[in-house]
């Protein structure tokens, strides 16, 4: 057999140093923060505007959508830059979705409409439409982009960084987006200006980045297999990736579900320390601080067994471990929910939640990233993110209701949801062992080579893929060549065994 070459590259790996290869990771994956820090420092201007117009505020429209109408433009965002990081540019697609991002940040911290108090919330719950859009956009074109240019750090440490620059910054976005609100109370009584400065910050971060993005080019494997310049086979696809997406959007679906809904919990911890209507509002932003650094340890622990592990085990050792802790929690509620022991109560939902940022936070974006070809990877991943943001409306939409069906019992109230998710983290658990692959250090390469072959065996033309040397962003002078006939790596034969999908990597 023939051998088939991997094309060359701009600069060789190994004369590049640390910070050379780290620093594309960081530009491209660290726009996530905005995620975490607008999804959250919204529930603290809700509270804000609650106390500075009362009913006007509360029996509005714009009230009643105000904190979820963001995930609708992030679905719209992820679907979108899906396509667009595929049949555009990955580098193009995040600076246009940085450029989004600031914009409408800004045009939110601003919102007025000629002195009408009701017009000016309908408008801020219209630029959060568009802020979502751009949040949507860092999914497909940031971590995608990202994880391509892990392939040329040191083997062992890919996933971890990967991990640290994508779902490690949504978290700290979170902790930020409590923090700021805390310290904007602390420095001033003006509610006006606790709202519009904890807005307004979140600017500064995507502007930053957007610094950093103007030096970036387009990841080596997009240059070698983007389908850019050809029409994209999607019969073939989905033959070959249909049962695989299924499962990595399902498994999101539910980890979204319950990790954006079970915010609600937040409320039940500081309600039962003080009355939320009268208390200082640093009082309520220092408790949600508390509450959301949870997510750190969790987080950031959990990042390094990603690859000790790998992907897959971790994901499923994180739900198993989650649910577990949620059954306790759900059992021993009663007891939990008692006034003087809400210390105790706090500390084990930051566990629970620790360590469904160790399991499914972590892998399931990265499993989305690397279990699909460069050439629809965008896609693939905006597809997946998008039913994950879905499943965060609709926990949000379908837990109050759940709640409501347990009648005026106080504790099976808070049970129940427990046993929901816990029971929902074994189901994902059982999901993610019998349909998705073990995950290696080099599986995108393997994997676009895998893909290569299928798409040869079903007579479509592989010399359209790759960039063309006009859209090329540097010259390339040096060459790897894998021999097709020689011993192929395990990884290899498992995925050719099974062509046509669920295959291993």
Not at 464 to 473: I, M
Request: glycine fraction near 10%; aromatic fraction near 14%.
């Amino acid at each position: 057999m023939t051998a088939i070459s991997l094309g060359p590259a701009q600069t060789p790996s190994n004369q590049k140093t640390f910070w050379q290869k780290i620093l594309p990771v960081m530009a491209c994956g660290a726009g996530l923060f905005s995620d975490g820090y607008i999804n959250n420092v919204i529930s603290s201007v809700i509270t804000v505007l609650g106390r500075q117009y009362g009913a006007v505020y509360t029996h509005s429209l714009a009230s009643k959508h105000m904190g979820d109408v963001a995930f609708a433009g992030t679905v719209v965002g992820q679907l979108v830059f899906g396509y667009l990081s595929d049949k555009w540019s990955r580098t193009n697609s995040l600076m246009l979705s940085t450029c989004i991002l600031i914009l409408f940040t800004a045009l939110c911290t601003g919102s007025y409409w000629y002195g009408d108090v009701v017009g000016m919330f309908n408008i801020l719950a219209a630029w959060r439409f568009f802020v979502g859009i751009g949040v949507g956009g860092e999914y497909p074109a940031g971590s995608v982009s990202a994880v391509e240019a892990t392939g040329e750090l040191k083997s062992g440490t890919r996933n971890t960084w990967f991990i640290l620059f994508t779902n490690t910054m949504i978290d700290w976005g979170f902790v930020i987006g409590a923090l700021v609100p805390f310290i904007a109370a602390a420095a001033t009584n003006n509610l006006e200006t606790i709202w519009r400065v904890s807005l307004g910050v979140g600017v500064i971060f995507p502007s930053v980045l957007f610094v950093f993005r103007i030096f970036l080019k387009e990841p080596e494997e997009y240059r070698k297999n983007s389908m850019k310049h050809t029409k994209i086979p999607y019969r073939l696809v989905l033959a070959f990736y249909g049962w695989r997406l299924f499962i990595v959007s399902t498994v999101w679906f539910v980890y979204d579900f319950s990790a954006y809904s079970f915010s609600i919990y937040s409320t039940t911890i500081l309600a039962s320390i003080f009355d939320a209507r009268t208390a200082p509002l640093t009082i309520i932003f220092g408790w949600n601080i508390v509450i959301n650094l949870f997510y750190i340890p969790g987080t950031m622990l959990g990042a390094p067994l990603s690859d000790r592990l790998g992907p897959r085990d971790t994901l499923i050792l994180g739900l198993a471990l989650q649910a577990l802790v949620g059954f306790i929690m759900a059992s021993c509620y009663p007891m939990l929910s008692k006034p003087h022991l809400v210390g105790a109560f706090a500390v084990v939902y930051g566990i629970f939640q620790a360590f469904g940022e160790l399991g499914p936070g972590n892998n399931i974006g990265l499993m989305a990233a690397k279990t699909c070809a460069t050439g629809v990877r965008g896609q693939y991943y905006g597809i997946a993110a998008a039913v994950g943001k879905v499943g965060a409306f609709v926990g949000t939409l379908v837990f109050p209701y759940i709640i409501a069906a347990t009648g005026i019992d106080t504790y099976l109230s808070a049970q129940v949801p427990f046993y929901i998710s816990s029971s929902l983290c074994v189901f994902s658990a059982i999901l993610v062992y019998l349909g998705l692959p073990v995950i290696h250090q080099d599986t995108i390469q393997i994997e676009d080579e895998v893909f290569r072959m299928f798409l040869t065996n079903n007579k479509f033309d592989v010399r359209q893929l790759g960039l063309k040397k006009s859209d090329e962003v540097s010259s390339m002078n040096t060459s790897t060549t894998i021999v097709a006939n020689s011993p192929p790596t395990e990884p290899i034969k498992e995925m050719k065994s099974q062509e046509t999908g669920g295959h291993q990597v």
